[in-house]
C-alpha cells in the first residue's frame, strides 16, 4: 500500500520488528515528558510466547517507510475474548482495534491507519475501536490532556498532534477516560476520616496487607477480584488464568506489601487497591536500555524506591456490594491506609488514580470526595469500517 511516497509494510522479520520498536524512541527524542519504555519490556509486549494476549488475539504489524527509512507504525488486532463481550459494553462482535501508533506526520498517520483498517476488515471486521495498545488492560486511549507532564508507570504519553489527525479521518469519542492527581501529605477532608474511622469499628470488615511470602496466592485473589468487579464495566475483557499468572510475575518487583490491600468481609476478600511507585522515576534518564550501568540503579532503587509519585492503577469491589455504603467505605479505609504508608515508608507527597471511565459514577464521587483533580484525559475513538478507507 503507498500514498504520497509512503509505503506501508507489514512486519514479518526480526530486523523490521527492532526498527518497529525504535521508531518510538526516534520520534519522541524532543518531548521531554516522554518517558523511553526498556526496550526490552518493549520486545515482550510485541512477541508471541512472552505476552499470553497472543493466545487469544490475531495481531498484526505494520511499518511506514519514506524514501526508504522507517516515519511510523502501527499495531492492528483482534482480541477473541473481546469478540465475545456484549456489544452494549463497549466491545462485543465485529470489533477490531489498532494502537502502539507512532508518525512522523498526519500523512503518515493516515496512510497508517487505513493500513489497519484494511487488515481488520479482511478479517471480517466491522468496526474499529482504537488506540488500544494492545490488550485493553495495557494502554488504552490516546492522551488528550496532561502532555505538559511525564506519564506515570504504565501509561501512554502521545503527540498532541495525533488528536486532530485521528479525528480528520472520521473518527469519533467512544469513550473518555481521566486520572486523577492527589496530594496526599495532608490528608484527607473530615468527612472522609470519619468514614474511615467508623470502618475501623465494624468489626466484620478487615484490611490487611498483601503477603509476598504468599504472592501467588494474593496476586490471583487481587485479579480474581478485579475480573468480578470490572465485569460489567464498558471495554472489560475478562483477563485469561495465564495473564493473571503473568501481570503476578511482571508486577513483582515493584510491588510493596504496605502498597497493596485487601479488604475482607468476615474473613473473605472483597475489595482491593493496588498502588505502586512510579517506576518510570527511575528509568526515564535510561533512555530504554538498562546498559551499561542503569541496571544496578533500577535494582537499587526497586529494592529502596523513594517515590515522590504513586500510582493507582486498580482498585475493585466485589460485584455484589458495589453500589452499597459499606463498599465506599471500604475504599476510603484502602486510599487511607495506603496513602499513610507511602508518605511515611516512600517520602510520597502525590498520588495519581486512574485511568477511571468518566461515567463511574461511583469512583468520581470517591475522587471528588478526596478533592482529587483530574490532571489526563485519553480518548478511545470509534469508526465503522466501510467499504472505502478515504
Same mark, same amino acid.
Request: proline share 5%; aromatic share 8%; glycine share 6%.
Given at each position: ?5 509512503i509505503?506501508?509494510? @507489514?512486519? =514479518?522479520?526480526k ?19 516522554? %518517558?523511553p ?15 499470553p494476549?497472543?493466545?487469544h488475539?490475531?495481531v ?25 463481550q ?17 508518525a512522523?506526520?498526519?500523512? =503518515? ?26 490488550? &485493553?488492560w ?5 492522551l488528550?490532556?496532561g ?10 504519553h ?13 473518527y ?19 468527612? &472522609?476520616?470519619?468514614i474511615?474511622?467508623?470502618?475501623? $469499628?465494624?468489626? $466484620? ?5 498483601v503477603d509476598?511470602?504468599? !504472592?501467588?496466592r ?16 464498558w471495554? !472489560? %475483557?475478562?483477563? =485469561? ?13 515493584? &510491588?510493596?506489601?504496605d502498597l497493596?490491600?485487601? +479488604? ?20 526515564? +534518564? ?5 546498559? @551499561? ?8 532503587w526497586?529494592? !529502596? ?6 500510582? &493507582?492503577?486498580?482498585m ?5 456490594l ?5 463498599a465506599?467505605?471500604?475504599? !476510603?479505609?484502602?486510599?487511607?491506609? /495506603? $496513602? $499513610? ?28 470526595? /478526596?478533592?482529587?483533580? /483530574? ?9 465503522a469500517?466501510?467499504?472505502s478507507?478515504?
Amino acid at each position: 500500500m503507498a500514498g504520497q511516497d509512503i509505503v506501508i509494510q @507489514p512486519v =514479518t522479520t526480526k530486523a523490521q520488528t527492532k526498527q518497529f520498536i525504535d521508531i518510538a524512541y526516534l520520534l519522541n527524542a524532543d518531548d521531554p515528558h516522554w %518517558v523511553p519504555p526498556l526496550r526490552s519490556e518493549v520486545a515482550k509486549l510485541i512477541t508471541p510466547g512472552k505476552n499470553p494476549f497472543f493466545e487469544h488475539a490475531r495481531v498484526q504489524f505494520f511499518l511506514a517507510l519514506q524514501q526508504g527509512q522507517v516515519v511510523g507504525r502501527i499495531s492492528a488486532h483482534i482480541d477473541e475474548l473481546a469478540l465475545a463481550q456484549p456489544a452494549e459494553q463497549g466491545m462485543g462482535p465485529g470489533t477490531g482495534n489498532w494502537g502502539l501508533m507512532e508518525a512522523k506526520d498526519e500523512a =503518515t498517520m493516515h496512510a497508517l491507519i487505513h493500513a489497519a483498517e484494511a487488515w481488520l476488515k479482511d478479517q471480517s471486521m466491522t468496526r474499529v475501536l482504537a488506540p488500544i495498545s494492545m490488550s &485493553v488492560w495495557e494502554e488504552p486511549g490516546l492522551l488528550t490532556k496532561g502532555h505538559d507532564h511525564s506519564p506515570m508507570i504504565m501509561m501512554g504519553h502521545h503527540n498532541a498532534d495525533y488528536q486532530g489527525w485521528i479525528e480528520n479521518l472520521g473518527y469519533s469519542v467512544a469513550k473518555r477516560l481521566v486520572s486523577y492527581h492527589l496530594p496526599v501529605e495532608d490528608g484527607f477532608p473530615e468527612l &472522609v476520616k470519619r468514614i474511615v474511622a467508623s470502618g475501623e $469499628r465494624n468489626k $466484620r470488615l478487615h484490611i490487611r496487607r498483601v503477603d509476598k511470602k504468599y !504472592f501467588d496466592r494474593d496476586a490471583a485473589i487481587i485479579m480474581n477480584l478485579l475480573n468480578d468487579a470490572w465485569s460489567s464495566n464498558w471495554g !472489560f %475483557v475478562p483477563m =485469561t488464568d495465564h495473564e493473571i499468572e503473568h501481570a503476578g510475575k511482571s508486577l513483582k518487583p515493584i &510491588v510493596h506489601e504496605d502498597l497493596i490491600r485487601i +479488604a475482607e468481609l468476615e474473613g473473605e476478600p472483597v475489595a482491593f487497591m493496588m498502588t505502586l511507585p512510579d517506576m518510570n522515576e527511575a528509568i526515564k +534518564a535510561m533512555k530504554g536500555s538498562l546498559w @551499561p550501568f542503569g541496571w544496578a540503579k533500577l535494582l537499587w532503587w526497586l529494592k !529502596f524506591p523513594k517515590s515522590y509519585s504513586m500510582r &493507582v492503577p486498580l482498585m475493585g469491589v466485589k460485584k455484589e456490594l458495589q453500589n452499597s455504603r459499606l463498599a465506599s467505605q471500604m475504599v !476510603f479505609m484502602l486510599i487511607e491506609y /495506603i $496513602r $499513610r504508608d507511602a508518605k511515611l515508608n516512600f517520602g510520597t507527597q502525590r498520588a495519581e488514580i486512574g485511568w477511571i471511565l468518566e461515567d463511574n459514577q461511583g469512583m468520581v464521587a470517591i475522587a471528588e470526595a /478526596i478533592e482529587a483533580t /483530574i490532571n489526563r484525559e485519553y480518548l478511545i475513538y470509534e469508526k465503522a469500517i466501510t467499504t472505502s478507507n478515504s
